[in-house]
């Protein structure tokens, strides 16, 4: 380690900031977050403080003397941003006092530098390269923002409030420590990080004694019902990740894919449990049972859906089981196929006047085709996205011709979509079942309406021919 990083009381005195233009902004930014009161010599001659809340802006104090020649005295650093020579100057009149002195992307003339730093509050992470990299500074700061909760501050204060009285009723430190352990794993810490501190503050104070609480041996199980996405495994939220990384065990669906399941943390069990085209899966009770055994005895459950864990997704049914059945659980949004597909192939689900509302409808089987009322689809203003609809697509071609709908009228066939195998077809109304064939098998959802001519590129298939064309050919030909 070059540098050891502490974190650093700046009440104490002032810290004299040199320099001009963004560099110096930068500094003062982050110089005054921290609380520091600031003596600024602006090179370029702006006192600007916009940008600053109103305490910060108390606490800076332009200085119109030369750095060089300034009282120092009672100055506890000294940081120079776009400063020029200056910096170099100053450094050395820093090292001659004792002084702490930074001098941006100076290393020889820096006895301290300033990390890449994510801000949550009470919890802060400061990340180095020894000055060596400050881009890869910043990448590393981007994935621990990533990985963090956004209120993970607000539990450090949380618990924070509860530490003296905690303190006071466990004696024992590792006690303490697994009670707090509990609190942060559990639904308590869930809450807090959920934005509900009232719900929280309530739970904590109705322990009625927290070394019981510390000594039971089950942790508090939870069931994350978490969407998966259509397949491209950044498609997943950065919630959905937290999960995955945090999960003892993962009911997962056949349909995730397996760069989404590479994103499960190693050492989580993982079992595969949805029912594929024409092999049966264990079936929704015996998923229902297994995911409540696991809760209750305490793990963590991540049951992982493809696309959106409410869009026939059963995800209503699981948490009708899981309500009766007392488990905590909480629901994590996925994109749907549908909209997954519509960004793939550009393929805009409203547009302006032509298609002013959206369907999404299920036809599974023929014979479910069958109870669809197509009679509702009529409006040709609406765009009609269709799930499970490959092998009915002979019965969704009839259903909307006798609800009205134009042979003519623009479908697109997308299979895989945002997998790097993904496919689309683009034609008629008239030509369906025939575009589904051209995809060479699914998961394919159908999009049905006028939006679909402004799909674009159909990428790694005929990226000649624009949707457009493709259609006026076969209008063309038709004719
Ligand atoms: N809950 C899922 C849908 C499950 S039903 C979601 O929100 O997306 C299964 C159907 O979803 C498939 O028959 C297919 O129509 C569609 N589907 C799922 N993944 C898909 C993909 N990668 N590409 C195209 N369609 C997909």
């Known amino acids: 380690m070059r540098f050891l990083p502490v974190f650093l009381d700046l009440k104490a005195g002032p810290v004299v900031l040199i320099g001009a233009g963004e560099l110096l902004r930068a500094k003062l930014r982050v110089l005054a977050a921290a609380g520091a009161r600031l003596r600024v010599h602006a090179i370029d001659g702006n006192q600007e403080l916009a940008g600053l809340g109103a305490d910060d802006a108390a606490r800076v104090e332009f200085a119109d003397s030369d750095p060089l020649t300034a009282d120092l005295s009672g100055v506890i650093a000294i940081v120079c941003a776009g400063a020029g020579d200056i910096g170099v100057a100053m450094s050395a009149r820093a090292k001659a006092l004792g002084l702490p002195v930074n001098v941006m992307d100076d290393l020889e003339h820096s006895s301290f530098i300033f990390p890449a730093i994510v801000d949550r509050g009470d919890v802060v992470v400061a990340v180095g390269t020894g000055g060596t990299s400050p881009v890869v500074a910043r990448r590393v700061r981007e994935r621990i923002e990533a990985l963090l909760p956004a209120r993970i501050g607000d539990l450090a204060e949380f618990i924070g409030g509860f530490r003296k009285s905690i303190n006071e009723r466990i004696a024992e430190f590792p006690l303490r420590r697994r009670f707090w352990e509990r609190v942060i794993d559990g639904p308590i810490g869930a809450s807090v990080l959920a934005g509900r501190k009232g719900e929280a503050d309530a739970a904590i104070r109705a322990i009625s004694d927290p070394s019981a609480f510390a000594r039971a041996d089950k942790p508090e199980g939870s069931v994350a019902l978490v969407g998966a996405g259509p397949g491209d495994p950044d498609l997943l939220t950065i919630k959905a990740l937290r999960a995955l990384q945090d999960a003892d065990i993962v009911f997962h669906d056949e349909l995730v894919s397996p760069e989404i399941l590479d994103r499960i943390r190693r050492d ?26 696991a809760a209750q005895s305490g793990q963590r459950v991540v049951r992982l859906k493809g696309g959106d864990p409410f869009v026939f997704g059963r995800g209503g049914e ?60 009529t409006d040709t203003r609406m765009t009609v996205v269709v799930y499970m609809g490959m092998t009915a697509a002979p019965a969704v071609r009839a259903g909307l011709l006798a609800a009205g709908r134009s042979p003519e009228t623009p479908v697109g066939v997308f299979a895989r979509v945002t997998r790097p195998d993904a496919q689309g077809a683009i034609g008629m109304l008239r030509d369906l079942p025939e575009l589904v064939r051209r995809t060479h098998g699914g998961p394919a959802i159908l999009i049905i309406g006028d939006v679909v001519r402004h799909a674009g590129s159909l990428h790694r298939q005929t990226p000649q021919q624009t949707p457009t064309q493709i259609i006026s050919d076969l209008l063309d030909a038709a004719e």
């Open 318 to 377: 699981e948490i009708e089981a899981l309500r009766a059945a007392g488990v905590a659980y909480s629901i994590i949004p996925g994109i749907t196929a549908g909209l997954g597909g519509a960004a793939d192939f550009e393929v805009p689900l409203t547009f302006r006047h032509e298609a002013t509302r959206i369907t999404f409808l299920t036809a599974h089987k023929a014979r479910d085709a069958d109870t669809v009322d197509w009679s509702t689809l």
């Open 268 to 293: 989580t069990t993982r079992v595969a449990v949805g029912r594929r085209v024409g092999k049966p899966g264990i079936g929704q009770d015996a998923i229902n049972k297994r995911m409540i055994a």
